[in-house]
């Protein structure tokens, strides 16, 4: 598949009818105001659209950038279901979203993606679960939820392997590696859920992620596989192109808009694949909305992830995810405001960067506060740029 191709579906068992698509000035509702709100607010705004924010916090990035911001516990089905009722659509910035809640703004109004998405995906478990009933590859892993059961999984999978909890887990929180046996203890009592996931240690070459959108006329289109690094589990870079042969590019674009289909999804996703030395692809985990490491799209796509988003939660055909050029993006973590406001001005004096700050009111170590991004005429003068502009900017650490 051409990634600048949506690939149209056309299934003769398909009976439904298609809702009709939202048009430029209906009213979209984005649960969650972190940084994903506010892009996925940006792009619609410059659509035309108008954007409701339901966030659990106040003063949040996305309430910047909404024509109305509603503060609503996520646990407050009835006040939810109310607000969705007045928008004409509602998505997500994140998956952690009760699924009673998604459910009763899905008896209101449109809700993309479902509520059943969302069940899966929020749940390393059920995510497994779903990975393995249809064929997906991952790492060999064990849901567990005794301590006799974790010890058997370790037995089975053997060590090193990494621990994780079920839900609610990020960046490397809620997780755990193993080398020892001393360690699983040590672990059980740490992470002290109810429900685990052991994962068996795979020795890849690499971590590359897929951003694949998926519109209510089931059409689906993937952007270009990028290389993701981490530090500290949190992601730093992420580049584009990744450095992957030919057809293992493009088979991790088909795997990831097979993935979307199979979901159901209408919306965009991104798929996180561990590639091995001997070139497998093995799905890590499913994120179903915008993510970091596709912020790399903004600059250097046709479209963006978030004006796919747009599009495909409005049910219009997708956007082309044609690359414009090779290119970086580098995290600014709160670590980088250790010794006051870093210094933008060095940062930018570096040519081709771009400068995306979110707008959080306190800067905290590990916390995302925004992104650098470059284009160049190859990934490496990219990376270069954004990492160079980083260190202009202040301390790394």
């Not at 001393?182 to 951003?211: C, G, I, K, P």
């Not at 990831?256 to 694949?273: H, M, N, P, Q, R």
Request: glycine share 8%.
């Amino acid at each position: 598949m051409k990634p600048d191709q949506p690939t149209p579906r056309c299934d003769a068992t398909r009976t439904e009818t298609l809702p009709s698509p939202l048009l430029p000035g209906a009213m979209l509702g984005v649960l969650g105001g972190g940084q994903l709100g506010a892009m996925f607010a940006m792009a619609a705004r410059q659509m035309g659209y108008r954007v409701t924010v339901m966030s659990d916090t106040a003063d949040v990035p996305a309430q910047r950038h909404a024509d109305r911001f509603v503060q609503v516990d996520y646990s407050d089905i009835a006040r939810l279901s109310h607000v969705a009722s007045e928008i004409d659509a509602v998505t997500f910035e994140f998956e952690n979203v009760p699924a009673e809640a998604g459910r009763a703004m899905a008896a209101v109004t449109r809700v993309h993606p479902s509520p059943d998405v969302l069940s899966t995906t929020q749940d390393r478990g059920r995510e497994k679960a779903f990975l393995a009933e249809h064929g997906f590859d991952t790492t060999p892993n064990r849901l567990v939820t005794t301590a006799a059961e974790f010890q058997q999984a370790v037995a089975d999978l053997g060590l090193p392997g990494v621990v994780k909890t079920a839900t609610f887990g990020y960046d490397g929180r809620g997780q755990v590696k193993l080398t020892t046996p001393a360690d699983v203890d040590a672990a059980w009592q740490t992470l002290q859920a109810d429900r685990l996931v052991y994962e068996a240690w795979v020795d890849f070459a690499m971590e590359v992620s897929v951003v694949v959108a998926r519109s209510a006329d089931r059409s689906v289109a993937a952007f270009a596989p990028s290389l993701n690094l981490h530090a500290n589990h949190i992601l730093d870079v992420a580049s584009c192109p990744a450095p992957l042969p030919h057809e293992v590019a493009e088979r991790a674009e088909r795997v990831a808009c097979s993935l979307a289909e199979k979901l159901d999804l209408i919306g965009v996703a991104c798929v996180e694949f561990f590639v091995t030395r001997d070139h497998r692809l093995l799905v890590n985990e499913i994120a179903p909305r915008p993510h970091n490491s596709g912020h790399i799209t903004i600059e250097s796509a046709a479209t963006s992830q978030f004006e796919q988003q747009v599009r495909a939660v409005c049910g219009l055909p997708l956007g082309s995810t044609r690359a414009l050029a090779p290119a970086a993006m580098a995290n600014l973590l709160g670590d980088l405001w250790r010794d006051g406001e870093p210094d933008w001005g060095a940062a930018l004096a570096v040519p081709g960067v771009r400068l995306h700050l979110y707008g959080k009111a306190s800067a905290r170590p590990g916390r995302k506060m925004g992104h650098l991004t470059a284009c160049g005429l190859t990934v490496e003068e990219a990376i270069r740029a954004v990492t160079e502009a980083r260190r202009r900017a202040g301390p790394a650490s």
